[in-house]
């Protein structure tokens, strides 16, 4: 596989999309690589349907285990239609979420376990794992109220959850974190928009230098 394949990830409302928003037009004007933009549960037509019953406040009936094979089955149809040509044909892949979610999500905050979760996973997957993950750090509070802030209308089932499974969403994440130092780079997301956006850029800048070059 040849291209490059980067996620971020971070408990609610750490404020990955809005990065996003902001890196990804300065990666794209310094690199002459393509650049594929894409999230999950989603990505693709099938993937958003998923997401779509995943999501929906309706369904307080979901099994916690239902919610993580659904999970997992968006994901693996994201990687075949989306990621997988991509890598292949030498893009950059910038993904909002991918497997660290599932386990800190479905494994830790909905207590699945974390390595059952990790496990069901690789069949999704076939073992494809992020090159770097950006991590972007905050308190479950701190998230919790800039949703409440500034999306209420937009608020979800996983939204919706108490504040413990948040805590236990983000703790699992600091484990992950410790546990593979090299792939999850730790951004500290309670700074100011700009010097996260000012983080996230130079752990980029020193993980593919060849991006930046002029
Ligand atoms: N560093 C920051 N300081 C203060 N507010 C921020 C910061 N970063 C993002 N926000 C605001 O917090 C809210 C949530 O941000 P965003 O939707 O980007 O988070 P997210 O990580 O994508 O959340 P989710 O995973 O729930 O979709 C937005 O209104 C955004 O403007
Ligand atoms: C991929 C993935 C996501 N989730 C959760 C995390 C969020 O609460 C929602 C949707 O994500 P978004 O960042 O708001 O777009 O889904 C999850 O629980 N497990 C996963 O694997």
Known sequence: MAGQFITF???????KTSVLEAVVPILREMSSKEIVVTREPGGNPISEKIRQVILDVANTAMDDRTEA???AAARRQHIVEKIQPALAADQIVICDRFVDSSIAYQG?????GETAVAQMNLFATDGLTPD?????DVPSEVGIARIKQHRQTQYDRLDQEKLAFHQKVRQAYLKLAQAEPKRIQTIDATASF??????????????YPSLFEE
Do not use: F, M, N, W
């Open 194 to 207: 700009e010097a996260v956006v000012a983080q996230c850029l130079a752990v980029l800048k020193q993980h």
């Open 9 to 15: 990830e971070g408990p609610d409302g750490a404020g």
């Open 132 to 136: 770097l993950t950006l991590y972007l």
């Open 69 to 71: 094979l659904l999970y």
């Open 108 to 112: 830790a905050g909905r207590s699945i």
